[in-house]
């Protein structure tokens, strides 16, 4: 099975900082990666699929990048509808998730 | 507008069983794949079980394998769990997820599944 490892497991941040989130997979799964939100009682919403490309209707704050085994989700601008809970997920076998990285207000 | 909304969950006992429903509308089931995700009390996405748009292939993850079972019903639109041999451990939200280029791109609201004596 692919592991999937995200840092770091919380962040504080302000409005307006430039956020970063990792995720990484414990062997290589191209560009199959796809970057959710959830927040608090919600279900989660993609972001990202194929490692970089926007979903429809997402903010172009939102960026996702990497390939392999490394990848990374930017929040270019922290806004205050974007503090929660980011999980990455590959989908080059079967599905695994990140564990999660919640964004909070620092 | 694509909608899932799930339902059949509830509070049963360890050893017990429930069959979860997932009913899908906006969009035509029989195109789709679609997937069971789930997340315990403050914890992080796990998913659970995959079946093919026509049903012919189905995965389950290792931690559900042989206790759950995955069904659709194209014509009803509809999608199903049924989950037998529950144990405290399966106390969960569950959601219905749909498949689009293999990642998952509209979910339902879950629905609570409490495994509790």
């Known amino acids: 099975d692919i592991q999937m490892t995200q840092s770091p497991s919380t962040l504080s941040a302000s409005v307006g900082d430039r956020v970063t989130i990792t995720c990484r997979a414990s062997?290589?799964?191209?560009?199959?990666l796809a970057w959710y939100q959830q927040k608090p009682g919600k279900a989660p919403k993609v972001l990202i699929y194929?490692?970089?490309s926007l979903e429809n209707g997402v903010p172009s704050r939102f960026s996702g990048s990497g390939s392999g085994t490394e990848f990374t989700l930017t929040i270019s601008s922290l806004q205050p509808d974007d503090f929660a809970t980011y999980y990455c997920?590959?989908?080059?076998?079967?599905?695994?998730f990140g564990q999660g990285t919640k964004v909070e207000i620092k | 507008e694509v909608q899932l909304v799930e339902s059949g969950g509830g509070l049963v006992q360890p050893g017990g069983s429930l069959r979860l429903s997932c009913v899908a509308s906006?969009?035509?089931?029989?195109?789709?794949?679609m997937n069971w995700v789930r997340q315990a009390p403050g914890k992080g996405l796990e998913w659970v079980s995959y079946?093919?748009?026509?049903?012919?292939?189905?995965y389950y993850a290792g931690s559900v394998r042989g206790r759950f079972t995955i069904s659709r019903d194209n014509a009803k639109n509809s999608l199903y769990l049924q989950m037998n041999s529950l144990r405290a451990e399966d106390t969960a939200v569950y959601y219905c997820?749909?498949?689009?280029?293999?990642?998952?791109?509209?979910w339902g609201q879950g629905t609570l599944v409490t495994v509790s004596s």
């Open positions: 194929k490692a970089s």
């Open positions: 906006g969009f035509t089931l029989s195109s789709h794949e």
């Open positions: 062997q290589t799964i191209g560009s199959w």
């Open positions: 997920q590959q989908y080059n076998s079967l599905w695994t």
């Open positions: 997820a749909r498949v689009f280029g293999n990642y998952f791109d509209y």
């Open positions: 079946i093919s748009s026509d049903g012919a292939t189905i």
